[in-house]
């Protein structure tokens, strides 16, 4: 199950957002609450963030938020990680839009130390501080993993080095198949394997077994389906719309 997130969409905004999709965004609960529900409801069900907005949260309570969502679900959280949309951003950032990667880069990798050092420190570009505790660390270790949603040759190569994984949207990417190349080469240029990464995609609309079929062939290992699909704004075709997409994962499977 995964749950996306905008804390505050400026009203100037709205002409930014598709018009069937702006009604769900104006909605939108609180990812990593709505999370923790679903885990405590459940013993085996993987969670998500798709995505989360770490820039629009104050750094160590998302940290503590986080761990403990990890902790109580006993390691079953995905971390989705965006930038959001520039209005929303620049509505509380001091942060410039052009330097957003280099910020979510920097931010992460002061979670990472909240996460796993007893006595955590960090001095980077846009996030410093001195030595401090941090309770508690997450289930999972050495934390959840960081799926960077990035599209875009620039946005790629900043989350190439500390991604866990990538979580773009179809929709936003005019070839997928050449997308995940350039996804692939970011990250071995960045001195790592691009094996090693799980590879997420989000799903627009309801697609077609073809559809997924053809991103599980190009290499993709999950494929998140709901976003933009007929009737989303009535949850009463949601369970109809899961039983359908059930057939269709287990055909794949």
């Keep these: 199950m995964w749950v996306g997130e905008h804390p505050k969409i400026p009203v100037a905004a709205g002409d ?21 529900a679903a885990a405590q409801a459940t013993s085996a069900l993987r969670i998500g963030t798709a995505v989360a907005l770490p820039l629009e949260r104050e ?18 959280l995905l971390l989705g990680v965006g930038v959001g949309v520039r209005p929303e951003f620049e509505l509380l950032q001091s942060v410039p839009w052009s330097a957003r990667y280099r910020a979510l880069g920097d931010m992460l990798n002061a979670l990472k ?18 030595p401090v505790w941090s309770s508690p660390k997450p289930h999972q270790r ?28 179809d929709a936003a990417l005019p070839d997928v198949g050449t997308a995940l190349t350039e996804f692939r080469r970011a990250v071995a240029d960045a001195g790592r394997d691009p094996g090693t990464l799980e590879l997420t995609i989000m799903v627009w609309g ?16 999950r494929a998140i389906v709901g976003g933009g699909r007929r009737g989303g704004s009535d ?17 794949l499977r």
Aim: glycine share 6%; hydrophobic share 45%.
């Design 16 to 36: 930014r957002f598709p018009p069937a999709l702006l009604g769900s965004q104006k909605q939108m609960w609180d990812p990593l609450l709505s999370l923790l």
């Design 59 to 76: 750094l160590f309570t998302f940290a503590k938020e986080a761990a403990t969502l990890d902790r109580l679900s006993a390691g079953r």
């Design 113 to 130: 130390a909240l996460w796993t050092e007893d006595e955590a420190e960090h001095h980077g570009e846009f996030f410093a501080f001195e």
């Design 142 to 169: 050495p934390h959840p993993p960081l799926l960077a949603a990035a599209t875009g040759p620039k946005a790629v190569r900043e989350c190439a080095s500390w991604a866990d994984g990538w979580l773009p949207g």
């Design 206 to 221: 309801d697609p077609s077994p073809g559809r997924l079929a053809r991103y599980r062939e190009l290499g993709f290992h």
């Design 235 to 251: 949850p009463s075709a949601t369970l109809a719309f899961l039983d359908r997409y059930a057939t269709i994962a287990h055909e």
